[in-house]
């Protein structure tokens, strides 16, 4: 059977076919990532322990020398705001637990680093981030206080965080919180104070056009503030609306 198109359809598929004036979906809006423009440096750093009374040093970028220090940075792409950035330290190996060793220095609590960024900056370095480390015995209190501050960055359950750590390596692990936006505020409407304000009784629905007729509104959980809506019949029907002049609803 031979495949007609009727004449009408045919601009609209050359159009198709070749690209005209056809209306294009917008592009996705990339979300919110972060990029790691520097990296840590592997070797060079040593740990040192708290009861060294020494500072840890800080750890430097993948690029530093001798002549031009740089250290670990992020980027925050896609987004322009406040932000707040937490470094932690996690295990070198999948899944990443979270490493008993802790980061000390500015901005440092609890064994990791949080600071607020401003609006306007989305590139961000760690200049003073040094690692502390922990010893043997004191490896399971460790891990219990990471979990009690909720610093378990990929959530890794309770049954795979025990085992062995390397107290030798670890990595440096970057999140990135944005302001949330609030929505607007959704009422129940069995409360008086957020149920629509509907037109129960009126005196009459007609008047002169002239002006100056006296209609009376009755409708029920009027709130202060609340101007009442058109009454409409059945919905079966069609509408008839009533011309309502500024007025204060009266309650039952």
Request: charged share 25%; glycine share 8%.
């Amino acid at each position: 059977m031979e495949d007609v198109t009727p004449p009408e359809l045919l601009p609209f598929l050359l159009q198709q076919e070749w690209g005209g004036d056809v209306p294009a979906e917008p592009p996705p809006v990339p979300a919110p990532s972060v990029e790691i423009l520097e990296q840590p440096k592997a070797r060079g750093m040593r740990f040192r322990y708290k009861c060294e009374g020494r500072s840890a040093g800080s750890i430097p970028g993948e690029h530093s020398t001798e002549s031009a220090r740089t250290h670990p940075t992020i980027r925050v792409n896609n987004y322009r705001g406040p932000s707040r950035v937490r470094v932690s330290l996690v295990t070198k190996d999948p899944p990443h637990r979270p490493h008993p060793h802790e980061l000390v220095g500015k901005d440092c609590h609890d064994g990791y680093y949080e600071a607020e960024l401003p609006p306007e900056r989305s590139v961000h370095s760690f200049q003073n981030l040094g690692i502390q480390c922990v010893k043997k015995r004191e490896l399971e209190a460790a891990v219990a206080e990471r979990i009690r501050t909720n610093n378990n960055p990929f959530n890794v359950p309770a049954e795979q965080r025990g085992g062995e750590y390397d107290l030798s390596s670890v990595r440096l692990c970057f999140q990135v919180w944005v302001r949330g936006v609030g929505g607007g505020p959704v009422y129940d409407n069995r409360a008086p104070s957020a149920a629509e304000l509907r037109i129960c009784r009126v005196n009459r629905n007609c008047g002169s056009c002239r002006g100056g007729d006296e209609i009376f509104l009755l409708c029920d959980k009027v709130q202060k503030g609340q101007n009442p809506k058109p009454a409409q019949n059945h919905p079966k029907t069609p509408p008839k609306y009533l011309w309502v002049p500024p007025t204060h609803g009266c309650p039952r």
